[in-house]
């Protein structure tokens, strides 16, 4: 119990921290906001009104906690790109983006979980190779090249979807499911491939481990050994690798989002980094960083709960 | 063993391939990459244009030659700022410990736990984009990354007779650091590089596709394949060309990056 109040304890100081470096990186480049309401005509003593009135004028620690004291209540301020207040326009654009990347885990899972444990009992040098080769490639494709190469596959020679087509899910649920699903594929496929790995290598460094030799030599079949007594163990390591597929499948997303089309969260952090709307890319940062080290926050305890020889520190 | 061979000769071969490219980008291409022509506007692959034109009718091949170029410079820009800022942050770190070790540490925790993408965006967001930007950005997000390698080489290295040796024969601490115990690390360096280069390829292909890097008109393969999004129909080989070259000089760093960790 007091493991995870520490675990809390130190995220949210991280997530401070964070929100601070960025905060005064973008005060630093943002330029004079004062000046470019007012345009150039502007007299000084009008800036300055405008300055001390928009509280510019005050200590960067100030405006830092007037900021916070806004976005602990989801008020991240205005886009200066849309007519719209930071909330509003994100609201909507979140919810895309969790369920794009819902279904891009479940398929990560679904993929690579059966192909990894079964093809964890296969091992020869050549396959090995073949396979290690093969498994280069794949993580080397780069999202955007798959996510076209699905839009052309699927999308326009078999026309399994219309490629820019978003339906949003709360508005006709089975055509959204639809839709999603091959941004999802674009985003799980080299994800998968590289938790199949992971299982592999995972099940290779159990073999020699005590325990399965006394396994084997108390009349277990190799079948029996490899899925009942290895599997359990070799699958504890999976589950903080799994923290780092949350973090990029979030990530994979805001490429992803982009060659299809989904009007998410990336798409809007793309946006507003060309037009460097700030309010909305700080927004979004922190966002993305809550989401990241939450992940590996609750891996570290769930890991600490499944194999508790792992030490605290 | 054998493993290790494979891997290496083949991500030699495939490197080779995109160096001869980037080559003939430098030297000389057959068209001129940039230059417009309304006759061969969407021409599919032939002799006279072995990978097809595009939407304006410009040589797939010249600007695929080209943007290899581009990426490569791009690439030995990044990586150098980030394992020269890097491989100094590391050796000090290491080497001294202390609190400043433990900070550093903690901070580059906390970095590699974010997927390096999403790092390069918020640089580019603070900088704002374009190719020096770009560097400069993704330069910085690769510091960590050589920063935690070589500072636990130093951390191993120190305690090692060699070193106790050239304290007590009175070297000067600068000297031990850099002349002694850096050319130990060259091995993990190496590894290290391969590593980088491998994400700092994609990185730069990423931002130029989301716009955000290399600007029009400066050819380079992300950019290209954003712009062939809109044509997939009429002229998929630009989009097959460019694309297989990213992928080509992704996979070329990654299977020898795959060649250093077999030999460990």
Known sequence: MKYVAKKILVLFGTLVVLSFLVFVAFQAVKGDAALSQLGDNATKEQVEALREELGLNDFILVRYGRWLSGAVRGDFGNSSNYSMTVKELMRDKITVTVQLAMISLGLILLIGLPIGIASSGIRSTAGDIAAGVFNQIVMAIPPFFLGIFITWLCGLVLAWFTPGGYVSLSENFKEGIHFLFFPALAIAIPKAFMLIKFIRDSMAGQKSMGYVRTARSKGNSHGRVLYKHMLKNALIPVITFFAMIVAEVFAGSIVIEQVFGVPGIGRLLVVSIANRDFNVILAIVLYIAVIVLTANAVVDVLYHILDPRVSLE | ?264
């Open chain 2, 1 to 264: 063993m054998k493993r290790e061979k494979t891997y290496r000769i083949l991500g030699l071969a495939i490197l080779g391939i995109v160096f001869l490219f980037a080559l003939i980008g430098w030297i000389h291409t057959p068209y001129d990459p940039d230059k417009m022509n309304g006759q061969t506007k969407f021409l599919a692959p032939c002799l006279a244009h072995l990978f097809g034109c595009d939407q304006f009718g410009r040589d797939v091949f010249s600007r695929v030659a080209v943007g290899c170029g581009t990426t490569f410079l791009i690439s030995v820009a990044v990586v150098s700022i980030g394992a020269a800022l890097g491989t100094l942050l590391g050796a000090f770190s290491g080497y001294i410990g202390g609190a400043f070790d433990r900070i550093l540490m903690r901070i580059s925790d906390i970095i590699a736990s974010f997927p390096s993408i999403f790092l390069a965006l918020v640089m580019i967001g603070i900088i704002g984009t374009g190719t020096p930007n770009l560097i400069v950005s993704l330069g910085i997000v690769f510091i960590p990354t050589f920063a935690r390698v070589v500072r636990s080489e130093y951390v191993v290295q120190k305690e090692l007779d060699y070193v106790k040796h050239a304290k007590l024969m009175g070297t000067g601490i600068l000297r031990i650091m850099f002349i002694h115990i850096l050319p130990n690390c060259r091995r993990s360096l190496l590894s290290t590089l391969t590593i980088a280069f491998n994400s700092a390829v994609l990185a730069e292909a990423g931002m130029s596709f989301l716009g955000l890097g290399v600007q029009p008109p400066t050819a380079s393969l992300g950019r290209m394949l954003s712009e062939a999004q809109s044509n997939l129909l009429r002229a998929p080989w630009v989009a097959i060309f460019s694309g297989l070259f990213i992928l080509f000089a992704v996979l070329g760093f990654g299977l020898l990056a795959a060649s250093f960790s077999e030999r460990s």
